[in-house]
């Protein structure tokens, strides 16, 4: 039964770039045109660390990704949807800004595209919650670390399990569960833990986002010389 529902769990997680696609072509601006206040708060971290180059991870429609680079970011967004990156494309086309953006399509279960330190910063918001195994996201976190500058730094958003859909909806695995067709993986402080190995973590800070509200975690981890994370980590309250 185990490794039927495992075989089950990997359908569904397979199943949700279809999924994606077609919601990004019927919703033009499905999270809305501004910029998300965790992409603010990134845009601040990086400014003031000179961290200039961005990984962004998961951009979807390019909000964030935009948002960066009319702040005079360098911004490579990164999606496995194709029609998210035609938006994002187009999107800075029109705004003059297509010589500060790149898009790669690309599933980030598989190794990065791109050579060791090729960036100062990697951003992502809730794209480590999305349809990823606990194993998939220690691979993506040696990944990013590994394309990440000496010194660079790593902003990450995630739901946690102290959010209203937590143990709601379809259990797919792990702590993975299914509400209106999207999979979401919960993370408590434990798994943050586990992903920083090779990364000082410098905050985990509790916010709430959206009219639910969801609430999320956002990370900011620095990567450092040895392979063992120094879990110094301040704290905070919702």
């Given amino acids: 039964m185990a490794k039927n529902g495992l075989s089950a769990g990997k359908d569904a997680l397979n199943g949700q770039r279809a999924y994606w696609e077609t919601t990004f072509s019927r919703r033009q601006e499905m999270f809305g045109e501004g910029p998300s206040e965790a992409g603010r708060k990134a845009a601040e971290v ?12 998961g951009a979807g429609q390019g909000r964030d990704t935009l948002y960066f680079a009319q702040n005079s970011f360098q911004v490579c967004a990164l999606d496995y ?21 790149s898009t790669v399509c690309h599933d980030i279960r598989n190794p990065l595209p791109f050579p060791d330190s090729h960036f100062d910063a990697c951003y992502s918001h809730m794209l480590f919650c999305m349809a990823l195994t606990t194993a998939d996201l220690e691979r993506l976190a040696r990944e990013v670390r590994r394309v990440l500058s000496p010194g660079g730094l790593c902003i990450y958003t995630v739901r946690h399990t102290g ?6 909806g379809i259990h797919r695995s792990e702590d993975m569960y299914e509400v209106g067709g999207f999979i979401v993986h919960f993370f408590d402080r434990a798994k943050v833990e586990r992903l920083a190995e ?41």
């Fill in 198 to 238: 090779g990364y000082e973590i410098l905050e985990i800070e509790e916010f709430e986002e959206g009219g639910m509200p969801r609430r999320l975690f956002r990370v900011t981890m620095k990567k450092t010389g040895a392979l063992m994370a120094r879990r110094a980590i301040r704290q905070f309250a919702p």
């Fill in 46 to 57: 990086f400014r003031e660390a000179n961290k200039l180059s961005i990984l962004e991870l």
């Fill in 163 to 168: 959010d209203a859909h937590y143990r709601i």
């Fill in 81 to 101: 949807s194709q029609r998210g990156l035609a938006a994002i494309r187009n999107k800075a086309a029109t705004l003059g800004l297509s010589e500060s953006v």
